[in-house]
């Protein structure tokens, strides 16, 4: 007696092929393999067989009488995959659409990380095929944005096998350019991968992120051409010119930076005290926000005073990152001046011409941070409604400026009634003694007439 599966008659042609009657020839190695199975897995083995052999009309008689016996049709079978996978990886239209629209098939279950419109993108079949399948099942709701173990999406796959077809059907679904995978690589990459031309024109064309790094740091760009692929290389639009911070900017190396004159800076001149701009944004862990202050020609009061449509301007785009930089002022402003903060020589000090101009450029620095300090406080308190808090804080801080302003002058007082010279030069000594007191008498009357105008400046800003 011949052993068939339940539910299965003599009269099934293809049964032959799994079943023995015991008495003719020998059995067949699938034939001996049969008659250890079960009859449930002798039923997925001719479903396979059917849709591998692309017979959909067999496929269809086999699942209604296995239905009747009580298979799921999402029941994973062979490679831990159910019927939709294996239709999809063989590219069998017909088979993904009687399986979903007439059976019922759930378009969005994973195996092993991948779902059905993963495994269509990657699988091996006529690109015409792969698109008529992504099409039924995202028309299910296959959701494109999911991504496997490795961090790849449908349209990474897509591009990896260069079905260019689906690739811009899927960019027509508004899908991320900017997903990346665990290599830092977006679907452009994988179509370098790939070698894929007419992909990566598509990805290029419309308006993939070009800019992306992956975990080796290279772009696109740079890695096609490590790959040779010349032609996908041609596909890049010239390289734009990167702005490079001028080494100039960044420390204090002429007269003119550290006592800033001149109002109309030309391109690349370094705006007034920008070294310390540097230095702040470091101290606030936004180093790399000094390139567009830079090219904007920031100077050290626009800085400490800046505002959000200026920042807007300058082109830092996202919230966070003027946030960020909002914090980092606040951070700084909310600390009170000293008048610690000049250096003031002592009495026996010797001083040459070059430590003179350096006490004078500290001093107009300092008078840039007294009257940004100021600023800042009146723009924030235009901003917010402070009420009396803020009064009583703006006279309490004025006034305390005020008294800095006093002490600081009570020391060059000091310094003028000094009598051993500041000056040391190789002139006699008279000339010494002339030239020191005619020197502090500079540092005197700049210092008076600097700090007399900050204390005018804030009495019109309150």
């Keep these: 007696m011949p052993y068939y599966p339940a539910g299965y008659e003599y009269s099934d042609s293809d049964d032959s092929y799994y079943c023995w009657d015991g008495t003719n020839s020998s059995p067949s190695k699938y034939q001996m393999d049969a008659l250890h199975k079960s009859p449930n897995e002798l039923m997925q083995e001719i479903l396979l067989s059917s849709l591998h052999s692309n017979n959909l009309e067999a496929f269809k008689e086999k699942l209604d009488r296995d239905s009747k016996l009580g298979f799921n049709i999402d029941e994973k079978i062979d490679w831990n995959w159910n019927l939709l996978y294996h239709a999809c990886s063989s590219g069998r239209s017909q088979f993904v659409e009687y399986l979903i629209n007439e059976r019922g098939a759930c378009v969005d279950l994973t195996a092993d990380s991948m779902t059905p419109l993963m495994v269509t993108c990657s699988a091996d079949a006529k690109s015409e095929e792969i698109l008529k399948i992504v099409k039924l099942l995202v028309n299910k709701g296959a959701s494109i944005r999911i991504s496997n173990t490795f961090g790849e999406t449908a349209l990474m796959l897509a591009s990896k096998k260069g079905y260019a077809n689906v690739v811009k059907y899927l960019i027509s679904l508004n899908d991320s350019f900017d997903a990346i995978d665990n290599e830092g690589k977006n679907a452009l990459f994988h179509a370098i991968d790939g070698q894929h031309v007419d992909t990566a024109k598509i990805l290029i064309e419309n308006g993939i992120n070009l800019n992306v790094i992956n975990r080796y740091g290279c772009d696109a760009r740079n890695y096609a051409l490590n790959e040779n692929l010349i032609e996908i290389y041609g596909l890049f639009p010239p390289q734009e010119y990167k702005y490079q911070v001028p080494g100039s900017f960044l420390s204090y190396n002429r007269f003119e930076d550290i006592i800033p004159l001149k109002k109309n800076l030309k391109k690349n001149e370094v705006p007034p005290y920008f070294p310390d701009i540097v230095n702040l944004l470091n101290g606030m862990g936004l180093d790399s926000f000094t390139t567009k202050f830079a090219q904007a020609g920031i100077s050290l009061e626009e800085f400490l005073t800046i505002s959000d449509e200026k920042m807007k301007e300058i082109g830092f785009e996202f919230p966070f990152e003027r946030n960020s930089i909002k914090l980092g002022l606040y951070n700084f402003h909310k600390e009170q001046w000293a008048v610690n903060s000049l250096y003031v020589p002592n009495f026996m000090e010797e001083m040459s011409l070059l430590d003179v101009m350096m006490i004078l450029a500290n001093i107009l620095r300092q008078i840039v941070i007294i009257k940004s300090q100021i600023i800042y406080i009146k723009q924030l308190g235009s901003k917010y409604d402070l009420g009396d808090s803020y009064k009583y804080f703006n006279l309490e ?63 019109r800003i309150f």
Excluded: C, D, H, W
């Design 397 to 459: 801080y004025m006034s305390e400026l005020q008294n800095n302003i006093r002490q600081l002058e009570k020391k060059f007082k000091a310094m003028n009634s000094m009598s051993k010279p500041l000056l040391i030069t190789k002139a006699e000594k008279k000339v010494k003694r002339r030239y020191g007191t005619l020197m502090r008498a500079v540092i005197i009357a700049t210092t008076s007439i600097i700090f007399v105008s900050a204390i005018m400046a804030s009495k």
